[in-house]
């Protein structure tokens, strides 16, 4: 029986976990709940699994007081955004298992947050980095040559720049694949997520930037691959959806039954794959550079990007913007000369307070 505590338990990612839970409730126990918003859903989820309204508390101070005076086996960080980054630090320094959906407390934490974790303590819960976790098991980490992410091409693949630069929120919540939030949603539009899983993939597997590569694979059922260096090329398949990599998240190295369907290969398929145009999709290419320059660097790519699509989302710049706006803030940055929670949380601050300036000027 795990114990389980679920930041962000309203959000998609959580309320999938919950849904897992609720599947399976040999396996586990909800011991704890947070959100930042919509308190009715928090408090039915509270009241579903049996938790004391002390057990289900809202915003990212209190989920630290949660992680640290509850006992569990897991905390799933299904928090969206950089606010996740002291839950990610308080369950590291907890010694409970980390299933990590936040990718950006990664990111923008760094060597923080990795140098506080023991081995093993952190598994992720993004589809493409769990499936690297497993393709992984499949060789030595002396016989990787590369990480291969996929990456869908969002609804915009095979767009020119041009076209881009005309395309409304409606449609870049349109999806062809995934239904998410709307930053993560409008991060897969421009790309801004897989550049983020870059940076994410090398900091939690430690495979320098130049043996990671992106392919654009548009049924998104090969969920990543690793090549070892007999030309051996391991792959994670499954139809997608999430509460797979979630109950892997959850119960990891071990499986549990029943989570999701399998590829049905009494049916024919078709998978295709296509290079990534860096030239259209420049985060890409712009989290590659941040990336190596490490720092502050990570801290300021994330937030101006959070400011950036706000401002798209309510009409104040255009969708190609999204990442000039990123390129332009990180121009003017002055990195920390160490890495630390106060320079960190200070660099986010001077990046949203740049990048709303430049979006004033738009």
Request: negative net charge; contains cysteine.
């Amino acid at each position: 029986m795990r114990r389980v505590i679920i930041l962000g338990s309203t959000g998609s990612i959580g309320t999938q976990a919950l849904e897992i839970i609720a599947q399976h409730p040999e396996e586990f126990q909800v011991v704890g709940l947070s959100a930042n918003r919509n308190v009715d859903l928090l408090a039915e989820q509270a009241k579903r699994f049996g938790l004391d309204t002390a057990k289900a508390v809202q915003g990212a101070e209190l989920s630290c007081e949660l992680i640290e005076t509850t006992e569990a086996d897991v905390v799933l960080n299904g928090i969206t955004g950089s606010i996740g980054l002291k839950p990610t630090l308080a369950t590291l320094k907890s010694g409970k298992r980390l299933a990590l959906a936040n990718k950006e407390s990664l990111i923008v934490g760094g060597r923080l947050v990795t140098e506080a974790a023991a081995p093993g303590q952190i598994v992720p819960v993004d589809s493409e980095h769990s499936a690297l976790a497993q393709c992984l098991l499949s060789g030595n980490r002396s016989e990787v040559k590369r990480l291969i992410l996929t990456a869908s091409g969002g609804p915009f693949r095979g767009y020119s720049y041009q076209q881009l630069s005309e395309v409304t929120p409606e449609q870049a919540l349109r999806h062809p694949t995934w239904k998410m939030g709307k930053v993560v949603t409008t991060n897969s539009a421009t790309m801004v997520n897989k550049g983020l899983e870059l940076i994410e993939a090398h900091l939690l597997f430690g495979i320098d930037f130049d043996r990671i590569a992106v392919t654009v694979h548009p049924q998104s059922v090969v969920h990543s691959m690793v090549e070892f260096v007999d030309g051996s090329i391991m792959a994670q398949c499954s139809p997608p959806d999430m509460k797979l990599p979630i109950s892997l998240g959850l119960t990891w190295p071990d499986r549990i039954a029943e989570v999701a369907l399998a590829v049905d290969f009494s049916k024919s398929h078709t998978w295709d794959f296509e290079p990534l145009d860096e030239q259209v999709f420049r985060a890409v290419w712009l989290a590659r550079q941040v990336g190596e320059s490490e720092s502050t660097y990570p801290a300021v790519y994330n937030a101006a990007n959070e400011e950036a699509v706000e401002a798209f989302h309510i009409g104040k710049i255009s969708f190609t913007k999204i990442v000039e706006l990123i390129e332009e803030t990180l121009a003017r940055h002055t990195p920390a000369a160490e890495l630390s929670l106060d320079g960190v949380l200070e660099a986010e601050r001077w990046a949203r307070e740049t990048a709303n300036s430049l979006i004033s000027q738009s």
